[in-house]
């Protein structure tokens, strides 16, 4: 079945640093994937949509500037987060979708357990 | 998308069926119903998605009401590596909307 692959599993860095995960669609080609964020007993909550060869749609309250996607390509797109502070420490995931349409299953990363000292 | 109600937690015997519930009183004609669940530490992962009629796959049945405005997904046999968060999601026949997350059912699983 398809396979979305995140990268990396887990980040422990300093206060200030710039943080880049990746999110890989392994087996099909994905013009649209989605970041979501998750809190330790909380669900996920969208951050943004990310649109390949082109800028992506944040949820309101998601900072843009903060959060950099860049989908280059079918397979790829990439969160940063820019000078990253303990209040962003989270759970990121990733997902695709192969297609569009309410009818597709909707394929999700391991997640990123994001951790700023 | 219309809004989902499950509820928070449910208990279940190990190798026993369970029956975990939604309503969505206010889905369109238009509304796929989808599963999905959350084990510890890991992205969701997909379950089962049906629009009308009851789907079966190898993880798990979903039985949709004749009115669409509930259904319930059918583990036929629990396991203790069922032991997850379970989310019911409506989305969307149109347009590449993503999926949107409430606060699913926490399932536990007892041997």
Not at chain 1, 39 to 47: H, V
Request: proline share 4%; aromatic share 8%; glycine share 8%.
């Amino acid at each position: 079945g398809a396979v979305v692959s995140q990268h990396p599993s887990w980040v422990i860095c300093k206060s200030g640093t710039s943080v880049k995960i990746e999110c890989r669609s392994l087996d099909f080609q994905a013009t649209t994937m989605f970041w979501y964020r998750q809190f330790p007993k909380q669900s996920l909550m969208l951050m943004a949509t990310s649109n390949e060869g082109s800028k992506a749609t944040y949820e309101q309250g998601v900072e843009k500037d903060k959060f950099l996607i860049n989908h280059a390509s079918l397979t790829l797109s990439t969160l940063t987060v820019t000078s990253a502070h303990p209040e962003d420490s989270s759970f990121y995931i990733c997902s695709a979708r192969e297609g569009q349409g309410g009818g597709q299953p909707q394929h999700f990363g391991d997640g990123t357990r994001l951790s700023i000292l | 998308d219309a809004k989902t109600t499950q509820p928070n937690s449910m208990e279940s015997n190990e190798e026993e069926p369970v029956h975990l519930p939604c309503n969505h009183s206010t889905i369109s004609g238009t509304d796929y119903i989808h599963w999905y669940r959350q084990l510890p530490s890991q992205g969701p992962e997909y379950v089962i998605h049906g629009l009308t009629s009851n789907v079966n796959n190898r993880m798990a049945s979903l039985a949709i009401a004749e009115d669409r405005k509930s259904s319930t997904l059918i583990l036929h046999r629990a396991t203790l590596r069922d032991a997850a968060v379970y989310y019911c999601i409506l989305r969307t026949i149109r347009g590449n909307t993503p999926l949107v997350f409430g606060k699913g059912t926490r399932l536990s699983v007892i041997a």
